[in-house]
């Protein structure tokens, strides 16, 4: 009889010991908060990378495997970690300390709560219990991805020519406007993804807070150069 007792009273602490556990993980509602800064670079789909990989199923993931995630480090990819609550602390307190050179440029979070509030919210997104909540536009100002199908935007964003004149590009598109833009506030980038523009038909997003930013979009990087042309008339040069 009292060896059975010992026995109840050893599984009732396991059992506290687990709880305890658990709620050091934090809130995850607050984590869910915290990780708006991380999803201008983050997200949560799977299939969906973006400056780093998805953080869909990250928990219990081997640190650098994500099949189609090329842009690891070979720092990451050889660290044999394990993304759990330790691993995971260790990285948001100091992803240099913990892995150096690694290509991750946040410095870290010191404040453990805060750290252990996004570890929770990740365990939570992981299982496909938890979303990110919107913060105004998190730490980035405005700069968040686009995460739009940039086939069905309208003829406003549809780029109907670019032409660079100087130091200056003046985009085209399809409601017969022209915008121009100095060279160095105008970025060319390319989304190959489903959500992707269409083949030979660019589109152009606004970018910063001034209207005088933009990106164009383009399929590929083959179009990027043969759509542009080099010419100065019309009267609109600077």
């Known amino acids: ?27 995850a509602q607050q984590g869910a908060l915290l990780f708006s800064a991380c999803a201008a670079c983050h997200s949560l789909k799977p299939g969906q990378n973006m400056t780093g990989p998805s953080l869909a ?10 099949p189609d995630f090329g842009r690891y480090s070979v720092a990451l990819k050889g660290s044999n970690a394990v993304w759990n609550a330790q691993t995971l602390d260790r990285w948001l ?6 892995i150096p050179g690694n290509y991750m440029t946040f410095a870290g979070i010191d404040d453990g709560p805060q750290r252990r509030d996004v570890i929770a919210f990740l365990k939570e997104a992981s299982a496909g219990r938890a979303t990110p909540a919107t913060k105004g536009g998190g730490m980035m100002g405005g700069m968040t991805p686009h995460f739009t199908d940039l086939k069905k935007l309208g003829p406003d964003r549809q780029v109907r020519s670019i032409r660079f004149c100087r130091d200056s590009y003046f985009v085209t ?6 915008v121009p833009f100095w060279e160095p506030n105008l970025r060319f980038k390319t989304d190959s993804s489903a959500d992707g523009p269409d ?28 759509f542009i042309r080099h010419q100065c008339d019309g009267g609109v040069q600077r």
């Open 1 to 27: 009889m009292r060896r059975t007792s010992l026995v109840l009273a050893a599984l009732a602490a396991m059992v506290a010991s687990g709880a305890h556990a658990e709620t050091q993980l934090g809130d």
């Open 57 to 66: 199923g990250v928990w219990g993931r081997k640190a650098g495997s994500l």
């Open 93 to 98: 307190k100091s992803p240099a300390q913990f």
């Open 173 to 178: 598109t399809a409601d017969g406007r022209t």
């Open 199 to 226: 083949h030979g038909k660019p589109v152009i997003m606004p970018a910063g807070m001034m209207g005088d930013r933009a990106s164009v979009f383009f399929a590929g990087p083959e179009e990027i150069s043969t």
